[in-house]
């Protein structure tokens, strides 16, 4: 069992910039794959960016090309998700998930944090 802790959320404006932290215990996280995954109000959960878990690749979904970075602590079994240049569509439930695939598909993530949430105001 991994157990996924996610912090670093909070309300911020247009243009800031945040650092969201998931924190892991009960298993390395050096043998998963790792994802970070929102989910606004109303919609359905959506692909952020992805990890493999050496680091050397990562992913991303479009809009947030550019302005997010995911890296990982290994040593640490710390991921972390640098957000910049934020905008008002980027408030949702963050949530980072841990699975056996490099992939975008939430349903292929086996473990996933409590969430955190963000607020971007215009």
């Known amino acids: 069992q991994v157990q996924l802790v996610e912090s670093g959320g909070g309300l911020v404006q247009a243009g800031g910039s945040l650092r969201l932290s998931c924190a892991a215990s009960?298993?390395?996280?050096?043998?998963?794959?790792m994802g970070w995954f929102r989910q606004a109000p109303g919609k359905g959960r959506e692909f952020v960016a992805a990890i493999r878990p050496n680091g050397a690749t990562t992913g991303y979904t479009d809009s947030v090309k550019g302005r997010f970075t995911i890296s990982r602590d290994n040593a640490n079994n710390v991921v972390v998700l640098q957000m910049n240049n934020l905008k008002p569509e980027d408030t949702a439930i963050y949530f980072c998930?841990?699975?056996?695939?490099?992939?975008?598909?939430?349903?292929?993530?086996?473990?996933w944090g409590q969430g955190t949430q963000v607020t971007v105001s215009a």
């Open positions: 009960g298993r390395t996280l050096s043998a998963y794959h």
């Open positions: 998930a841990a699975g056996f695939y490099y992939t975008t598909e939430p349903t292929d993530y086996i473990y």
